[in-house]
Structure formats: C-alpha cells, structure tokens
C-alpha cells in the first residue's frame, strides 16, 4: 500500500502481492486452531482440567539425535525392555512350568513314612519304614498333560509373533527417525541457504528496478515455505525420535543416542 501510494507500484501489482499477503493471514488463522487443538490434547494427556489459553511451552524443539546404535541391536533391546514382552515371557515360563507339573503326575505318587505294630513278643512293638507308592494304571494324567503343552505352544507362537510385529515396529521407526534426518540436513544444507540467496539477489534485482514487486514478493513467498518446512521438519524428527523410543520401550540416550550440538 505504501509503494502503491507513493506510485511505486500500479493496481495490478498490488493486488498480486495482496493474494500471498491473504492467503498468510489464513495460514496463521489455521495454525492458531491447531496450536489451540494440540494444547488441549497435552493438557487431556497431564489430567488438567483448567482453561488452556493461558498454556504456555517453556521449552523450544529438542534438537536432532544422532543413533549410535543399528537396528539389529534396537531391536535386541527393545526385547529386553518391552513389558509386553516380558509379560508373554514370563507366562510362557509359567506355562513350561505347569507342563512339568502335569507330567510328573503322570508317574503317580509316593510316600514315605513310619509303621508301629504290637506283638505278643518280648519286645511287644515293632516299628519300622513305610512306602507307599501309587502307580497310575489306567489314568496317566495324559489330558492335563496334553491340555498344558497346547496352552505352552500357543503362547509360544503369540511370543514370536509379538517379537516380530515389535521388530518390524522398530525398524520401521527407525527408518522415519533417519529420513527425517536427512530431509532436515539437507534443508539446513542446501534448500534454505539457497533461497536466502535467491531473496538476496531479488531484493537487490528490485532496487535497482530489474524486477518488478510481484517478483520479489513470491520470492519472499518461497522463503517463508521453506522456513514453514523446517519446522515442520523438526517437529517430524522430534516425534520420530519420542515414537521410536517407544517402540524399543526405554530412552535413547548417552551411548545410543547423542545431541547433535554434542
């Protein structure tokens, strides 16, 4: 408005810098609506039940993290750490347990124990070690036996089952957390220095009257998306970072994982 007042820019050319201009305003309308919808579900995840307006975030996004670990050893870990897992592996014990109980059924009972009898002697008692042994003939508790290695096979296919799908999680995770690593560096490396660069060469093109402002405003235009896909790109790392610590069930830190400022 104020180069169109002062006759440095016509009609047409302030109505094409006013369509980014609006079309701003309504992405930051957009925003404001999101930012409003995430602080609701932060503050459903920390049970608080006061107005969230005044909900405020100290801290900025963390920094990228560097994995020194492979997938083979996050996956031997996450085996490890997992609680669902160790919840099937300690069922599973129980069961190979209960399989032994039932088959040492199946070779009956003894007892040991001790025997007094009166005589007409001259002693007049006799007292001694008893056995008693029960042998099952008939009924060799096969049905609990095979009742019990049934439940110990089916958890065993549920363990590796559930070992795979938290192997495939792992990785897949993975995968994410090193994609969005690299898309983040080569933002940092190429894309936004070149569009600064680009905004640079603009700005000067249009003080010395070689472009005109519609030029210069989508040139700006650009840098604010590639700005915009930044942070959509840290937030990308930040939560692939949080979804694959949850997958291998424990933080990634110290030799794991590292700043990478460290």
């Known amino acids: 408005d104020t180069l169109h007042?002062?006759?440095?820019?016509?009609?047409?050319?302030?109505?094409?810098?006013?369509?980014?201009?609006?079309?701003?305003?309504?992405?930051?309308?957009?925003?404001?609506?999101?930012?409003?919808?995430?602080?609701?579900?932060?503050?459903?995840?920390?049970?608080?039940?006061?107005?969230?307006?005044?909900?405020?975030?100290?801290?900025?996004?963390?920094?990228?993290?560097?994995?020194n670990a492979s997938a083979d050893d996050l996956v031997s870990q996450a085996w490890e750490s997992r609680l669902d897992l160790r919840a099937i592996d300690t069922a599973l014990d129980a069961l190979a347990a209960q399989v032994r109980v039932e088959q040492k059924k199946a070779w009956g009972s003894a007892e040991l124990g001790a025997s007094y009898e009166s005589t007409d002697g001259e002693d007049g008692a006799l007292l001694g070690p008893t056995l008693n042994l029960e042998l099952p003939i008939f009924d060799q508790n096969q049905a609990q036996v095979a009742r019990a290695q049934s439940q110990w096979e089916q958890m065993q296919k549920l363990q590796e089952s559930a070992r795979v799908a938290v192997a495939q999680e792992v990785r897949s995770q993975l995968d994410r957390v090193q994609s969005s690593a690299q898309d983040l560096a080569f933002y940092h490396e190429q894309v936004l220095p070149q569009t600064e660069h680009s905004l640079q060469l603009a700005t000067e093109s249009y003080s010395a009257g070689r472009i005109d402002l519609p030029a210069l405003v989508e040139v700006q235009r650009?840098?604010?998306?590639?700005?915009?896909?930044?942070?959509?790109?840290r937030l990308e790392s930040a939560t692939s970072f949080a979804a694959l610590e949850l997958a291998v069930g424990m933080p990634l830190t110290g030799s794991v994982a590292k700043d990478v400022r460290e």
């Not at 701003?24 to 609506?33: F, G, K, Y």
């Not at 650009?222 to 790109?233: F, H, I, M, S």
């Open 5 to 67: 007042a002062a006759g440095a820019a016509d009609a047409l050319a302030l109505s094409l810098a006013q369509g980014p201009l609006l079309s701003a305003e309504l992405a930051v309308r957009t925003a404001r609506i999101r930012a409003a919808e995430s602080k609701r579900t932060l503050a459903h995840a920390l049970s608080l039940t006061r107005s969230v307006e005044d909900l405020e975030l100290t801290s900025s996004l963390p920094s990228p993290m560097v994995l």
């Open 222 to 233: 650009q840098l604010l998306e590639v700005r915009r896909g930044l942070v959509t790109l």
